[in-house]
């Protein structure tokens, strides 16, 4: 599976506003340092102590935003 990985902090710049809210990734443990992943697919992972948990998703064109903001790759 493809990841591209990012923090909290650059996962809120990309969301937009038909998508998951800041406030729904802040209850869900997301902090500005917090360590993301984001498939292909738009499922949001957050990196917890010992495993990685769906927290949400992105929709429509993320794949340019995402890329954009992180300046990688799927890989």
Same mark, same amino acid.
């Given at each position: 599976m493809h990841f591209i990985e990012m923090t /909290?902090?650059? #996962?809120?710049? +990309?969301?937009? !506003?038909?998508?998951?809210?800041? !406030?729904?990734?802040? !209850?869900s443990g997301v902090t500005e340092e917090s360590l993301v992943r984001v498939n292909p697919q738009g499922d949001i992972e957050l990196r917890r102590h010992d495993r990685w948990d +769906?927290? /949400? /998703?992105? #929709?429509g064109e993320f794949d340019a935003r995402v890329r954009h903001e992180t300046g990688l790759d799927w890989a």
């Open positions: /909290g902090k650059t #996962l809120m710049r +990309v969301i937009s !506003e038909d998508e998951i809210s800041p !406030e729904q990734l802040r !209850e +769906v927290i /949400g /998703g992105l #929709l």
